[in-house]
């Protein structure tokens, strides 16, 4: 019986053992989507070994090669190299930030541990950098942009990461790559904790908090509803991220003093658009200026609708604006100046309807086309996946939309590749496959998901970086899509928001959910003339979490050591004159851009890129904003050439000059 039973064991082991892992075989789908079903959480790790494996073999076959270094056999080699990695984490990273559960976090935090050894050892290792610098310091005239941009990249790399450091020096860098990975991920896992708790509490996800904040008329639940939303991860107990918060910023700080650089900010800052801090330091202040006196304008307006509430016995006498009041007051200010309401609105704007318009939209401008692709793989019942067609119908690539919150899901909104558009090593042009998250108003058993205006704007963001991502005609995946700068990327979401609530597009989607009737024109009035309505707090909370990062960032480790978060956050907000009533878009203990993303000291990447965003639109309606010859320009400048060339080159090839730096205060109503 023990014989039969250890022959049945050793059978069940062999079937598990030959159970083929999907990534490690060709995907049989409809467009090489990944095969979401097939996928165990038990595959990841194996198949990110065995892709560490495959790269090393491919990294020791580039160093090993006994030719000349030349672009083709070193840069181009090591761009393309690395498929299975690349294949894998297209797939775990977008789903640890989508449909994750607890097992799958452990998963990803292994993976992230591998992964970021495995980059260590090639930005370090310093006779492969002698290869990429013998080509980088060779005569480039006969690359072309493309190459020449690429080569810039890895050289970059290999410089900032480290290369040219002694081997105890090196050591510690990976000490300190590996501890600044543990530290982003728990970061990340008490935010995602904190924000289902602030939703068992008030029945509502944290992204519904400004509608709430702005409907809701018991002001006592507005204010706890601020003082929960404000002080995420910030009680002192197992979720409180203050200690991880300035140990994140002392690793930075550490980093970039290695590096050379006098400030994790100015590491950050060194090639991007802006430079230095104090380019940045010097943009955000006169925006800030202007948004302070706005705000006052706008407190002082909020004041006299709560000065009627005090008349009306509504609210105790002496009662002032205070932070939780913002959205409330200011809806009854918009009602009142505009007299608009979003509940006006709201059912005009189903999502499968903007999903429309959106799609209207880059038809209208670019030519191209959105289908649905039926029974096609999906991670989680909510996605819907869509094939997208050139004008001759070939494809750009494959779309993918998770719209509605949940448990599992992160907060915000965002863009991200599940596979990158490049041209393979055989000359086959591979097309990127492209998905949009969001938490927007969720469909409930009498209604379905209704947006509202700032939503409606959101989808149109995001869409913008889907945009860059599948229309991109690059060679190299290190520089297609959405591969560029990170005070250049908002560039093109931005750009896309512009055409939100053009009249001429809104007739094409915004239909009432249950009679079909379009929006009317005295609706589509109101929404317009009301765009610049509450600008001022809109601009200042922005620019105020840019500041607060500036200035975590440009602090060394010496002056970061005892540093108190909150009184820290309260000087820096007195010294950018921000008003009592209002606190920056993002406080420390839950700004995850740049605790626990790639925004750190590049927030304020929103507004530059704004200022681009803007100065672009205002070139378009000086043309004609539907003009076909100015769209297609866009797009082929921008749009299809992704990160092959410097974002100011690309922006003058499109214009003809460097923008107007006073483009985005004046669309934001700042000035005139």
């Known amino acids: 019986m023990k014989r039969f039973l250890a022959i049945v064991s050793l059978i069940m082991l062999a079937a598990s053992c030959s159970e083929k892992n999907p990534f490690l075989s060709e995907w049989n789908t409809p467009y090489g989507i990944p095969p979401f079903e097939q996928i165990k959480t038990g595959d990841y790790i194996p198949a990110i070994k065995k892709g560490i494996e495959e790269h090393q073999k491919e990294l020791a076959a580039i160093i090993d090669n006994p030719e000349t270094p030349n672009f083709a056999n070193t840069i181009a080699a090591y761009d393309l190299s690395g498929q299975l990695l690349t294949k894998v984490s297209g797939v775990l990273f977008n789903l640890a930030e989508t449909d994750a559960d607890s097992t799958l976090n452990k998963v990803e935090d292994e993976a992230n541990k591998l992964l970021t050894a495995h980059m260590d ?16 310091d060779a005569d480039q005239s006969h690359l072309d942009r493309e190459q020449q941009m690429v080569l810039k990249k890895l050289y970059e790399r290999f410089t900032r990461n480290g290369v040219a450091l002694d081997e105890a020096d090196q050591e510690e860098m990976k000490r300190i790559n590996q501890a ?23 029945g509502i996800p944290v992204s519904a908090y400004y509608e709430e904040m702005g409907s809701c008329p018991d002001r006592e639940r507005r204010k706890a ?46 090639d991007k658009m802006a430079h230095d801090p104090q380019t940045v330091d010097s943009f955000l202040a006169e925006i800030m200026a202007a948004a302070n006196a706005k705000t006052k304008e706008e407190v002082a307006d909020m004041q006299k609708v709560m000065d009627q509430d005090i008349k009306a016995g509504l609210l105790p006498k002496g009662s002032k604006i ?52 039926e029974n096609a ?32 899901k992160r907060g915000g909104a965002w863009m991200n590749n599940f596979r990158d558009q490049y041209v393979d090593k055989d000359g086959n042009e591979v097309r990127p496959i492209i998905v949009n998250v969001a938490n927007f108003n969720a469909p409930t058993d009498s209604l379905p998901g209704l947006l509202t205006i700032d939503q409606v704007e959101t989808m149109f963001h995001e869409f913008g970086h889907a945009l860059h991502g599948l229309l991109t005609k690059c060679h190299y995946p290190s520089v297609s899509g959405t591969s560029v700068t990170r005070d250049f990327v908002e560039t093109f979401s931005q ?12 007739a094409q989607y915004a239909k009432h959910y249950k009679t079909g009737e379009v929006i009317p ?47 820290f956050e309260d000087k820096v907000c007195k010294d950018m004159g921000l008003i009592k009533e209002i606190i920056p878009r ?82 934001r109503g700042l000035i005139k």
């Not at 420390?588 to 750190?600: A, E, L, M, R, V």
């Open 521 to 567: 024109d005295s609706l589509v009035a109101k929404i317009l003339d009301a765009r610049k309505f509450n600008q001022g707090f809109m601009t200042a909370e922005l620019c105020a979490a840019s500041i607060l990062d500036m200035k975590w960032h440009e602090l060394t480790e010496e002056q970061l050591e005892g540093i108190d978060i909150k009184a």
């Open 180 to 202: 600044l990975r543990d530290a982003q991920h728990k970061f990340g896992d008490n935010l995602l904790a904190e924000s289902n708790a602030f939703k068992e509490k008030f």
């Open 377 to 408: 793989p999906k991670y989680n019942p909510e996605v819907d996946v869509f094939k997208v067609t050139d004008a001759d119908g070939s494809l750009l690539g494959i779309f993918l939309t998770d719209y509605f919150p949940r448990s599992t």
């Open 495 to 506: 750009f896309n928001e512009n055409w939100a609530f053009q009249p001429e597009i809104l």
């Open 121 to 136: 050892e090639i930005f370090m290792n310093k006779k492969f950098f002698e290869r990429v610098k013998a080509v980088y």
């Open 586 to 667: 993002y406080r420390t203990t839950y700004f995850n851009h740049i605790f626990n993303s790639g925004y750190n000291a590049g927030y304020y990447g929103y507004l530059w890129s704004e200022v681009l965003d803007k100065d672009a639109f205002d070139y378009f309606v000086k043309q004609g904003i539907y003009d076909k010859a100015v769209a297609s320009k866009f797009r082929k400048t921008f749009l299809e050439k992704g990160g092959s060339e410097e974002p100011m080159v690309l922006y003058e090839m499109f214009k003809g000059s460097q923008p107007d730096p006073k483009a985005m205060l004046r669309a």
């Open 322 to 373: 205070e932070p939780w009041d913002w959205f409330y007051y200011a809806e009854k200010v918009r009602k009142a100046k505009y007299d608009l309401d979003e509940e006006q609105t709201k059912p005009y704007f189903k999502m499968e309807n903007v999903r429309n318009g959106i799609f209207y939209a880059a038809n209208l401008l670019y030519g191209i086309n959105v289908e649905p692709l």
């Open 225 to 270: 509803m601020f003082e929960a939303y404000s002080n995420r991860a910030n009680h002192g107990d197992s979720l409180d991220n203050k200690a991880i918060c300035l140990e994140i910023l002392k690793l930075k700080a550490k980093k970039a003093k290695l590096l050379g650089f006098e400030s994790f900010a100015a590491y950050q800052l060194d």
